[in-house]
Structure formats: C-alpha cells, structure tokens
C-alpha cells in the first residue's frame, strides 16, 4: 500500500509530459487563431466594393426612391440600392430628395434648375 515516493527526476519528467501538452495546445490555438484571420482575409478581399450611389426606398420598396445618397453615407436606411451615376443623377433630376448629411447632389454635379 505505501508505494515509495516519486523521485525527483519522476516529478520533472511528469512536468515535462505536462507542460509538452500546453505548449501541443497552446499551438492548436495559434492555429486554429492564424486559420481564422487567414479566413476573414480571404472574406474581406472578396467583399465587392460598396457601390458610389444609393438610392433608399423607405419602406416602400415598390415606390419612388425617397433619396439619394453616397455609397459610404451613414444616413442610409435599411433599404437602399447601389446605383451607378448617370441613375443617381436622373433620379434627383425626377425629384429624389438628396441627402442633407452627404450631399451627393454637390459630389455628381447635380445643379437644380
């Protein structure tokens, strides 16, 4: 029943068999990290680019578009469709209102009138 105690050199290559396993673990991280910040990479750069104009709809997206804003405007709404200029233009000649926050009538050229 009374078994010897370990010696000395037991103990250290028990503490070696444990720390060899967090440092095992400790790369799995690393590379489960690494794979991850590869992925969002791959993600970021296959994003297509924001479009220059929009066109928010409200809430009716059947109707007249109630505004026109640049592609990176933060007064956007929920629901907005990328258009090119010559569209963003015809639709405030039509009278879409421009949005007062990014101007996209000052950035086409767009002069009432």
């Not at 592609?71 to 949005?99: E, I, N, P």
């Amino acid at each position: 029943m009374n078994d010897p105690a370990p010696s000395r050199l037991d103990l250290l290559r028990f503490l070696e068999r444990v720390q060899e396993q967090d440092l095992a673990r400790t790369r799995r991280w690393i590379a489960d990290e690494e794979r991850r910040e590869r992925e969002r990479q791959h993600r970021e750069a296959a994003r297509p680019a924001p479009p220059d104009w929009l066109l928010d709809y409200g809430l009716n997206k059947d109707a007249m578009p109630i505004a026109v804003h640049t592609g990176d405007c933060h007064m956007r709404g929920k629901r907005t469709r990328g258009v090119d200029s010559d569209t963003a233009r015809r639709a405030l000649a039509t009278g879409v209102q421009a949005c007062s926050h990014c101007r996209p009538d000052n950035e086409l050229g767009y002069l009432e009138g």
